[in-house]
């Protein structure tokens, strides 16, 4: 009888270059696999625009009828409290009634957040409660080209706990992003002459939030965990752009109500032009207002539905100059 050959009896050389020409002639290598490829007709290339335009321009209303229903009101406060480190605000009149919660957010004109440079000057290390020197900054190169505490412009040399830090050491946190830290504080919230005070808590993502620790609080400039500084090192990709900073959880807004608020203005906008706006908003199922992306899906779904139909036009008007040249 003839001695079949197994993997034990097989060397190991054997075995590994007779596994190599299995795989080298399987069907998968040799692409001998079975394969369905769809070969699109005229009819359902129609059928397929006509039915995502529909789906599109359905899915773009409902978000257009969200978005209508909640309601928007903008403080714009740069002009009123230009030069003034304290500024209070006249009473604005509540147009509509708001129900809670009531979300409220600061809004920057102007700032271009997204630019490469300005993105990538930062420290993960330092964000993330690693503590640094300033060798291990300049070699790195992360916060380029802020680097020390006198880079950062701070008008004190106090750290967050009190204690004096020097100016020359490395800054922490550093690099462009922390030293732009919109810094404007709102307090002595009122409604109608009562006073109420806006929740801060759990603005910031949860993830980051878990991210960003403090590493050394007596070198520290600024408190790296505060909510405010997370929702600030999370660049914003247009140049006009809102980051939440509180919410009104305790109460609504009632058609004629007066608010008022006094800020802290300590952020300096002058130097490239902008302005700074205090947005007072509604949310629903969807998020924020936002006609943009309600706009888009009619948009596109306009276009498919246009296709649809131009496409069985474009082919009878084939067809019938190919009758014509027959005639001929």
Request: include cysteine.
């Amino acid at each position: 009888m003839r001695k079949v050959k197994t993997r034990k009896s097989i060397k190991k050389e054997d075995y590994e270059d007779l596994v190599y020409y299995k795989l080298k002639n399987s069907r998968f290598k040799q692409q001998r696999l079975p394969a369905w490829r769809p070969v699109p007709t005229i009819c359902s290339i129609i059928v397929f625009y006509l039915t995502f335009g529909i789906i599109f321009i359905g899915i773009g209303i409902v978000l257009l009828f969200f978005s209508h229903k909640i309601i928007k009101l903008e403080i714009p406060y740069n002009y009123q409290c230009k030069d003034e480190p304290i500024c209070s605000i006249n009473p604005v009149t509540v147009k509509e009634n708001m129900n809670r919660p009531i979300m409220i957010y600061y809004r920057l004109d102007g700032f271009f957040q997204n630019h490469r440079r300005y993105v990538r000057s930062k420290s993960q290390k330092q964000l993330y409660g690693d503590e640094t020197t300033l060798e291990e900054m300049k070699d790195d190169g992360d916060c380029d080209p802020v680097f020390t505490n006198r880079d950062m412009g701070l008008n004190s040399n106090i750290s967050i706990n009190g204690e004096e830090f020097d100016m020359d050491d490395v800054a922490i946190p550093c690099g462009l992003m922390a030293k732009t830290y919109f810094n404007d504080y709102f307090r002595n919230w009122t409604i109608d002459n009562e006073s109420f005070t806006p929740n801060e808590k759990d603005i910031a993502w949860p993830k980051d939030k878990e991210l960003y620790k403090n590493s050394n609080k007596s070198r520290q400039w600024v408190d790296i965990e505060d909510e405010h500084f997370i929702v600030w090192m999370r660049p914003s990709g247009l140049p006009n752009f809102t980051k939440l900073w509180g919410r009104i959880d305790d109460r609504d807004l009632e058609k004629g109500q007066s608010i008022s608020f006094i800020v802290e203005n300590n952020y300096n906008v002058s130097h490239y032009g902008g302005d700074k706006t205090i947005i007072l908003s509604t949310t629903n199922e969807f998020g924020g207002k936002n006609l943009f992306l309600g706009t888009s899906y009619i948009v596109v779904g306009g276009i498919s539905i246009f296709l649809g139909i131009a496409f069985p036009l474009l082919l009878y008007q084939r067809n019938k100059n190919e009758k014509l040249k027959k005639n001929l």
